[in-house]
Protein backbone atom coordinates (compact mmCIF):
# COMPACT_ATOMS: atom_id res chain seq x y z
CA UNK A 1 0.00 0.00 0.00
CA UNK A 2 1.77 3.50 -1.34
CA UNK A 3 2.17 5.84 1.64
CA UNK A 4 -0.10 8.98 0.45
CA UNK A 5 0.70 12.17 1.69
CA UNK A 6 -1.37 15.47 1.15
CA UNK A 7 0.70 18.17 -0.24
CA UNK A 8 -0.34 21.85 -1.29
CA UNK A 9 1.91 24.18 -4.02
CA UNK A 10 1.92 27.20 -5.64
CA UNK A 11 0.36 28.02 -9.43
CA UNK A 12 3.97 29.03 -10.67
CA UNK A 13 2.81 31.91 -12.36
CA UNK A 14 1.52 33.58 -9.01
CA UNK A 15 4.69 32.93 -7.93
CA UNK A 16 7.15 33.55 -10.92
CA UNK A 17 10.20 31.34 -10.55
CA UNK A 18 13.99 33.76 -10.79
CA UNK A 19 16.76 32.83 -13.51
CA UNK A 20 18.88 30.23 -11.20
CA UNK A 21 14.88 28.54 -10.36
CA UNK A 22 14.09 28.21 -13.63
CA UNK A 23 17.74 26.68 -14.87
CA UNK A 24 17.56 24.74 -11.71
CA UNK A 25 14.16 22.85 -13.32
CA UNK A 26 15.84 22.51 -16.50
CA UNK A 27 18.89 20.76 -14.76
CA UNK A 28 20.54 23.85 -16.90
CA UNK A 29 23.26 26.57 -16.17
CA UNK A 30 22.05 29.96 -15.30
CA UNK A 31 24.03 30.48 -18.20
CA UNK A 32 22.26 28.31 -21.08
CA UNK A 33 18.75 30.64 -19.49
CA UNK A 34 20.72 34.04 -19.81
CA UNK A 35 22.28 32.82 -23.27
CA UNK A 36 18.78 32.28 -24.84
CA UNK A 37 17.11 35.10 -22.91
CA UNK A 38 19.42 37.61 -24.12
CA UNK A 39 19.15 36.17 -28.12
CA UNK A 40 15.01 36.58 -27.81
CA UNK A 41 14.64 32.73 -28.11
CA UNK A 42 13.22 31.66 -24.31
CA UNK A 43 11.32 35.49 -24.05
CA UNK A 44 11.85 38.77 -23.49
CA UNK A 45 14.68 40.34 -21.51
CA UNK A 46 13.39 42.22 -18.51
CA UNK A 47 15.62 44.11 -15.90
CA UNK A 48 13.49 41.99 -12.92
CA UNK A 49 14.19 38.78 -15.04
CA UNK A 50 11.45 36.36 -13.77
CA UNK A 51 9.81 33.52 -15.55
CA UNK A 52 6.28 31.77 -15.62
CA UNK A 53 4.57 28.51 -16.40
CA UNK A 54 4.66 29.09 -20.35
CA UNK A 55 8.18 29.98 -20.46
CA UNK A 56 9.45 26.82 -18.15
CA UNK A 57 7.47 24.67 -20.95
CA UNK A 58 9.21 26.76 -23.46
CA UNK A 59 12.70 26.41 -21.78
CA UNK A 60 12.19 22.54 -21.71
CA UNK A 61 10.92 22.25 -25.30
CA UNK A 62 14.25 24.39 -26.00
CA UNK A 63 16.19 22.15 -24.66
CA UNK A 64 14.62 18.93 -25.84
CA UNK A 65 14.92 19.68 -29.41
CA UNK A 66 18.36 20.81 -28.79
CA UNK A 67 19.77 17.82 -27.11
CA UNK A 68 17.43 15.13 -28.74
CA UNK A 69 18.61 16.51 -32.33
CA UNK A 70 21.80 18.40 -32.02
CA UNK A 71 20.23 21.13 -33.10
CA UNK A 72 21.57 24.91 -32.72
CA UNK A 73 19.41 27.40 -30.41
CA UNK A 74 17.77 29.46 -33.48
CA UNK A 75 16.26 26.17 -34.94
CA UNK A 76 15.42 24.65 -31.27
CA UNK A 77 13.85 27.95 -31.28
CA UNK A 78 12.14 28.17 -34.77
CA UNK A 79 10.66 24.57 -33.74
CA UNK A 80 9.23 25.02 -30.22
CA UNK A 81 7.42 28.31 -32.20
CA UNK A 82 5.36 26.35 -34.34
CA UNK A 83 4.94 23.64 -31.91
CA UNK A 84 3.88 26.35 -29.76
CA UNK A 85 1.25 27.85 -33.00
CA UNK A 86 0.35 24.65 -33.58
CA UNK A 87 -1.10 24.17 -29.67
CA UNK A 88 -2.88 27.25 -30.15
CA UNK A 89 -4.93 26.19 -33.63
CA UNK A 90 -5.45 23.00 -32.26
CA UNK A 91 -7.01 24.75 -29.24
CA UNK A 92 -9.01 27.08 -31.13
CA UNK A 93 -9.98 23.89 -33.06
CA UNK A 94 -11.56 22.55 -30.02
CA UNK A 95 -12.98 25.22 -28.78
CA UNK A 96 -15.02 25.46 -31.75
CA UNK A 97 -15.89 21.68 -31.72
CA UNK A 98 -13.60 20.43 -34.18
CA UNK A 99 -11.91 17.49 -33.35
CA UNK A 100 -8.27 18.01 -34.97
CA UNK A 101 -7.51 13.93 -35.68
CA UNK B 1 13.06 -8.07 -13.52
CA UNK B 2 12.45 -8.17 -17.50
CA UNK B 3 15.79 -7.75 -19.71
CA UNK B 4 15.41 -4.56 -22.08
CA UNK B 5 16.48 -5.20 -25.78
CA UNK B 6 17.93 -1.36 -26.16
CA UNK B 7 19.20 -2.49 -30.31
CA UNK B 8 15.49 -3.68 -30.79
CA UNK B 9 14.03 -0.75 -28.84
CA UNK B 10 16.14 1.41 -31.71
CA UNK B 11 15.41 -1.14 -34.12
CA UNK B 12 19.20 -1.50 -34.90
CA UNK B 13 21.37 -4.87 -34.85
CA UNK B 14 24.00 -5.07 -32.03
CA UNK B 15 27.22 -3.68 -34.57
CA UNK B 16 25.32 -0.55 -35.35
CA UNK B 17 28.20 1.94 -35.56
CA UNK B 18 27.82 5.69 -33.33
CA UNK B 19 26.23 7.15 -36.22
CA UNK B 20 23.83 4.64 -36.60
CA UNK B 21 22.35 4.89 -32.88
CA UNK B 22 22.63 8.50 -33.27
CA UNK B 23 21.02 8.34 -36.58
CA UNK B 24 18.04 6.28 -35.75
CA UNK B 25 17.50 7.61 -31.96
CA UNK B 26 16.98 11.01 -34.20
CA UNK B 27 14.06 9.52 -36.34
CA UNK B 28 12.51 7.79 -33.66
CA UNK B 29 12.67 11.25 -31.20
CA UNK B 30 10.86 13.04 -33.94
CA UNK B 31 7.85 10.24 -34.46
CA UNK B 32 7.59 10.05 -30.86
CA UNK B 33 7.95 13.54 -29.59
CA UNK B 34 5.05 14.42 -27.56
CA UNK B 35 4.19 17.64 -29.02
CA UNK B 36 3.20 16.44 -32.47
CA UNK B 37 3.65 12.51 -33.00
CA UNK B 38 -0.47 11.46 -33.40
CA UNK B 39 0.76 7.82 -32.01
CA UNK B 40 -1.36 6.94 -29.25
CA UNK B 41 1.43 5.25 -27.21
CA UNK B 42 3.95 7.98 -28.10
CA UNK B 43 4.88 9.71 -24.52
CA UNK B 44 5.44 5.94 -23.29
CA UNK B 45 7.68 5.11 -27.12
CA UNK B 46 9.64 7.93 -26.37
CA UNK B 47 10.88 7.20 -23.19
CA UNK B 48 12.06 3.57 -23.77
CA UNK B 49 13.92 5.59 -27.09
CA UNK B 50 15.30 7.77 -24.67
CA UNK B 51 16.12 5.35 -22.10
CA UNK B 52 17.72 2.86 -25.30
CA UNK B 53 19.86 6.01 -26.59
CA UNK B 54 20.77 7.14 -22.62
CA UNK B 55 22.66 3.69 -22.76
CA UNK B 56 23.81 2.82 -26.52
CA UNK B 57 24.59 6.53 -27.02
CA UNK B 58 27.17 6.40 -24.47
CA UNK B 59 30.54 4.44 -25.09
CA UNK B 60 31.02 3.19 -21.47
CA UNK B 61 27.34 2.26 -21.19
CA UNK B 62 26.90 0.90 -24.15
CA UNK B 63 30.12 -1.33 -23.38
CA UNK B 64 29.07 -2.82 -20.41
CA UNK B 65 25.55 -3.68 -21.77
CA UNK B 66 26.66 -5.28 -24.88
CA UNK B 67 28.56 -7.05 -22.38
CA UNK B 68 25.31 -8.86 -20.72
CA UNK B 69 23.45 -8.24 -23.87
CA UNK B 70 24.43 -11.26 -26.16
CA UNK B 71 23.01 -13.93 -23.34
CA UNK B 72 19.50 -12.42 -22.72
CA UNK B 73 16.25 -11.68 -24.79
CA UNK B 74 14.04 -8.91 -24.71
CA UNK B 75 11.54 -9.64 -21.51
CA UNK B 76 13.87 -12.26 -20.43
CA UNK B 77 13.44 -12.85 -16.66
CA UNK B 78 17.09 -10.69 -15.74
CA UNK B 79 19.20 -10.51 -12.61
CA UNK B 80 22.21 -8.94 -13.16
CA UNK B 81 25.40 -11.24 -12.20
CA UNK B 82 27.61 -9.86 -9.27
CA UNK B 83 30.32 -6.98 -10.55
CA UNK B 84 28.81 -7.19 -13.90
CA UNK B 85 30.47 -3.93 -14.48
CA UNK B 86 33.37 -4.69 -13.39
CA UNK B 87 36.06 -3.13 -15.50
CA UNK B 88 33.78 -0.37 -16.44
CA UNK B 89 33.79 3.40 -15.39
CA UNK B 90 30.03 5.15 -16.45
CA UNK B 91 29.97 9.10 -15.28
CA UNK B 92 26.18 9.32 -15.31
CA UNK B 93 26.74 11.79 -18.33
CA UNK B 94 23.63 11.47 -20.79
CA UNK B 95 21.08 11.55 -18.12
CA UNK B 96 19.86 13.04 -15.28
CA UNK B 97 18.47 11.96 -11.80
CA UNK B 98 15.53 13.77 -13.10
CA UNK B 99 14.93 11.41 -15.81
CA UNK B 100 14.95 8.08 -13.96
CA UNK B 101 11.66 8.49 -13.39
CA UNK B 102 11.03 7.52 -16.39
CA UNK B 103 13.15 4.79 -17.14
CA UNK B 104 12.60 1.16 -16.18
CA UNK B 105 13.49 -1.31 -13.43
CA UNK B 106 16.28 -2.40 -15.52
CA UNK B 107 17.89 0.61 -16.22
CA UNK B 108 17.52 2.11 -12.63
CA UNK B 109 19.36 -1.67 -11.73
CA UNK B 110 22.17 -1.25 -14.02
CA UNK B 111 22.90 2.20 -14.23
CA UNK B 112 21.07 3.95 -11.75
CA UNK B 113 24.30 4.09 -9.29
CA UNK B 114 25.60 6.49 -11.92
CA UNK B 115 23.02 8.93 -11.58
CA UNK B 116 22.40 8.63 -7.86
CA UNK B 117 26.30 9.28 -7.27
CA UNK B 118 26.36 12.33 -9.74
CA UNK B 119 23.02 13.73 -7.81
CA UNK B 120 25.09 12.93 -4.78
CA UNK B 121 22.90 10.64 -2.94
CA UNK B 122 25.39 8.34 -1.75
CA UNK B 123 26.17 6.53 -4.27
CA UNK B 124 29.82 5.89 -5.25
CA UNK B 125 30.91 9.24 -5.40
CA UNK B 126 29.69 9.57 -2.11
CA UNK B 127 27.70 12.06 0.01
CA UNK B 128 28.13 15.25 -0.80
CA UNK B 129 26.43 18.55 0.15
CA UNK B 130 23.74 19.15 -2.81
CA UNK B 131 20.17 20.05 -3.26
CA UNK B 132 17.96 17.33 -4.69
CA UNK B 133 16.77 17.93 -8.54
CA UNK B 134 13.63 19.17 -9.69
CA UNK B 135 11.20 16.69 -10.75
CA UNK B 136 8.72 17.46 -13.03
CA UNK B 137 5.14 14.99 -14.11
CA UNK B 138 1.99 15.72 -15.72
CA UNK B 139 -1.52 15.55 -13.57
CA UNK B 140 -4.97 15.36 -15.42
CA UNK B 141 -7.56 16.93 -13.82
CA UNK B 142 -11.23 17.40 -14.49
CA UNK B 143 -12.68 20.73 -15.23
CA UNK B 144 -14.59 20.93 -12.81
CA UNK B 145 -11.42 20.95 -10.48
CA UNK B 146 -10.16 23.88 -11.93
CA UNK B 147 -13.73 25.76 -10.77
CA UNK B 148 -13.88 24.42 -7.16
CA UNK B 149 -10.19 23.39 -6.31
CA UNK B 150 -9.84 19.88 -4.88
CA UNK B 151 -7.43 17.24 -3.54
CA UNK B 152 -6.15 14.89 -6.79
CA UNK B 153 -3.84 11.65 -6.11
CA UNK B 154 -0.99 11.60 -8.72
CA UNK B 155 1.28 8.09 -8.99
CA UNK B 156 4.55 8.91 -9.31
CA UNK B 157 8.06 7.01 -9.87
CA UNK B 158 11.20 7.86 -8.60
CA UNK B 159 14.93 6.20 -8.27
CA UNK B 160 15.25 5.43 -4.93
CA UNK B 161 18.94 4.62 -3.26
CA UNK B 162 18.98 2.06 -0.29
CA UNK B 163 21.83 2.62 2.84
CA UNK B 164 24.14 0.10 0.35
CA UNK B 165 23.50 2.04 -2.35
CA UNK B 166 21.24 0.13 -4.60
CA UNK B 167 19.11 1.60 -6.67
CA UNK B 168 15.59 0.70 -7.56
CA UNK B 169 12.37 2.38 -8.93
CA UNK B 170 9.72 2.81 -5.84
CA UNK B 171 6.20 4.12 -7.06
CA UNK B 172 4.98 6.89 -4.81
CA UNK B 173 1.17 8.22 -4.13
CA UNK B 174 0.84 12.35 -3.36
CA UNK B 175 -2.40 13.99 -3.19
CA UNK B 176 -2.17 17.29 -3.95
CA UNK B 177 -4.39 20.29 -3.36
CA UNK B 178 -5.88 21.37 -6.93
CA UNK B 179 -5.49 25.41 -6.59
CA UNK B 180 -9.16 26.70 -7.87
CA UNK B 181 -8.62 28.33 -11.22
CA UNK B 182 -5.90 26.63 -12.18
CA UNK B 183 -5.66 26.77 -16.34
CA UNK B 184 -4.39 23.99 -18.66
CA UNK B 185 -0.14 24.13 -19.28
CA UNK B 186 -0.09 26.03 -15.65
CA UNK B 187 2.44 23.94 -13.34
CA UNK B 188 1.77 23.85 -9.41
CA UNK B 189 5.14 23.83 -7.81
CA UNK B 190 5.34 21.57 -4.90
CA UNK B 191 8.65 22.59 -2.35
CA UNK B 192 10.54 20.06 -1.59
CA UNK B 193 8.35 16.98 -3.25
CA UNK B 194 11.33 16.32 -6.01
CA UNK B 195 14.90 14.80 -5.80
CA UNK B 196 16.48 13.99 -1.68
CA UNK B 197 19.08 16.37 -1.28
CA UNK B 198 22.23 14.75 0.16
CA UNK B 199 24.93 16.13 3.03
CA UNK B 200 21.96 18.10 4.67
CA UNK B 201 20.73 20.09 1.54
CA UNK B 202 17.47 20.24 0.61
CA UNK B 203 15.34 18.40 -1.37
CA UNK B 204 14.46 19.92 -5.04
CA UNK B 205 10.74 20.30 -6.15
CA UNK B 206 8.34 18.68 -7.72
CA UNK B 207 6.74 20.66 -10.94
CA UNK B 208 3.00 19.20 -12.23
CA UNK B 209 2.08 20.41 -15.17
CA UNK B 210 -1.51 20.58 -15.27
CA UNK B 211 -3.70 18.90 -18.09
CA UNK B 212 -7.59 18.81 -18.61
CA UNK B 213 -8.94 15.36 -18.97
CA UNK B 214 -11.33 15.43 -21.92
CA UNK B 215 -14.85 16.32 -21.16
CA UNK B 216 -17.92 14.83 -23.30
CA UNK B 217 -19.43 18.61 -23.00
CA UNK B 218 -17.39 21.51 -22.26
CA UNK B 219 -14.58 22.38 -24.36
CA UNK B 220 -11.65 25.22 -22.96
CA UNK B 221 -9.34 27.47 -24.36
CA UNK B 222 -7.63 29.57 -21.73
CA UNK B 223 -9.92 30.44 -18.88
CA UNK B 224 -13.17 30.48 -21.37
CA UNK B 225 -15.31 27.40 -21.60
CA UNK B 226 -16.89 26.36 -24.67
CA UNK B 227 -20.68 24.62 -24.34
CA UNK B 228 -22.55 23.45 -27.53
CA UNK B 229 -25.99 24.20 -26.18
CA UNK B 230 -29.39 21.95 -28.31
CA UNK B 231 -32.23 24.34 -28.52
CA UNK B 232 -35.86 23.43 -30.22
CA UNK B 233 -36.89 25.62 -33.02
CA UNK B 234 -39.49 26.97 -31.51
CA UNK B 235 -36.83 27.91 -28.22
CA UNK B 236 -34.74 29.17 -31.07
CA UNK B 237 -37.20 30.98 -33.21
CA UNK B 238 -39.99 32.67 -30.42
CA UNK B 239 -36.83 32.89 -28.14
CA UNK B 240 -37.29 30.92 -24.48
CA UNK B 241 -35.65 30.71 -21.14
CA UNK B 242 -34.12 27.18 -20.58
CA UNK B 243 -31.71 25.53 -18.45
CA UNK B 244 -28.44 24.89 -18.96
CA UNK B 245 -25.54 23.52 -17.26
CA UNK B 246 -22.03 24.91 -15.94
CA UNK B 247 -19.32 22.98 -14.33
CA UNK B 248 -20.28 25.07 -11.28
CA UNK B 249 -24.02 23.96 -11.63
CA UNK B 250 -27.05 24.84 -13.41
CA UNK B 251 -27.97 28.26 -14.71
CA UNK B 252 -31.52 29.57 -16.35
CA UNK B 253 -30.17 31.07 -19.85
CA UNK B 254 -32.62 33.60 -22.33
CA UNK B 255 -32.64 32.60 -25.62
CA UNK B 256 -33.34 35.41 -28.00
CA UNK B 257 -35.97 35.24 -30.10
CA UNK B 258 -34.66 34.30 -34.16
CA UNK B 259 -31.76 32.71 -32.70
CA UNK B 260 -29.91 30.65 -35.59
CA UNK B 261 -27.68 27.89 -34.85
CA UNK B 262 -23.68 28.85 -34.27
CA UNK B 263 -25.31 31.89 -32.42
CA UNK B 264 -22.91 32.40 -29.41
CA UNK B 265 -24.23 32.83 -25.96
CA UNK B 266 -21.55 34.56 -23.61
CA UNK B 267 -22.01 34.18 -19.99
CA UNK B 268 -19.44 36.55 -18.36
CA UNK B 269 -17.34 35.38 -15.40
CA UNK B 270 -18.52 31.87 -15.68
CA UNK B 271 -15.61 30.42 -16.91
CA UNK B 272 -12.28 29.25 -15.02
CA UNK B 273 -12.19 31.31 -12.10
CA UNK B 274 -9.27 33.87 -11.70
CA UNK B 275 -8.56 37.58 -12.10
CA UNK B 276 -10.24 38.16 -14.07
CA UNK B 277 -12.27 34.99 -14.38
CA UNK B 278 -12.77 33.48 -18.08
CA UNK B 279 -16.42 33.11 -19.69
CA UNK B 280 -18.75 30.53 -20.49
CA UNK B 281 -20.14 30.27 -24.41
CA UNK B 282 -22.95 28.87 -25.38
CA UNK B 283 -23.18 27.71 -28.67
CA UNK B 284 -26.63 26.64 -29.97
CA UNK B 285 -27.20 24.20 -31.92
CA UNK B 286 -30.57 23.91 -33.53
CA UNK B 287 -32.15 19.61 -32.56
CA UNK B 288 -34.67 18.89 -35.06
CA UNK B 289 -37.54 17.01 -33.47
CA UNK B 290 -37.88 13.61 -36.10
CA UNK B 291 -40.75 13.52 -37.89
CA UNK B 292 -41.79 9.72 -36.97
CA UNK B 293 -45.31 9.69 -35.93
CA UNK B 294 -48.20 11.20 -38.19
CA UNK B 295 -48.69 14.15 -35.78
CA UNK B 296 -45.13 15.24 -36.45
CA UNK B 297 -45.41 14.64 -39.87
CA UNK B 298 -48.41 17.04 -39.95
CA UNK B 299 -46.82 19.79 -38.59
CA UNK B 300 -44.05 19.27 -40.83
CA UNK B 301 -46.69 19.68 -43.58
CA UNK B 302 -48.26 22.50 -42.20
CA UNK B 303 -44.91 24.59 -42.02
CA UNK B 304 -44.21 23.27 -45.50
CA UNK B 305 -47.38 24.73 -46.68
CA UNK B 306 -47.83 27.60 -44.47
CA UNK B 307 -44.04 29.39 -43.68
CA UNK B 308 -42.69 30.70 -47.37
CA UNK B 309 -38.96 29.53 -46.59
CA UNK B 310 -36.37 28.82 -48.78
CA UNK B 311 -32.72 28.42 -46.88
CA UNK B 312 -31.00 28.46 -49.86
CA UNK B 313 -32.03 31.94 -51.57
CA UNK B 314 -28.45 33.71 -51.16
CA UNK B 315 -27.69 30.83 -53.44
CA UNK B 316 -29.50 31.85 -56.17
CA UNK B 317 -31.59 28.76 -55.97
Known amino acids: MPQIEIVTGVVLDEVALDLDELARACSVDALWVVERVEAGLLCEAAPQQRFSSAELLRARRLLAIERDFDANPELAALVVDLIEEVGRLKGRLRAAGIDEK | ?317
Open chain 2, 1 to 317: MEFKDYYQVLGLDKNASEAEIKKSYRKLARKYHPDVSKEADAELRMKEVNEAYAVLGDLEKRAAYDQLGGRYRDGQEFQPPPNWDAGFEFSGAGFSAADMGDFSEFFANLFGQAAAGQAGRGGRAGPRPRRGEDHHAKIVIDLRDAYQGAPRTVTLRAARTDAEGRVSMQEYSLSVQIPKGIKEGQHIRLAGQGGPGSGGSAAGDLFLEVHFKQDPHYRVDGRDVYLSLPVTPWEAALGASVEAPTPSGKVQVKIPANSQSGRKLRLKGRGIPGEPAGDLYLLLEIALPPADTDKARQLYEMMAREMAFNPRLAMGV
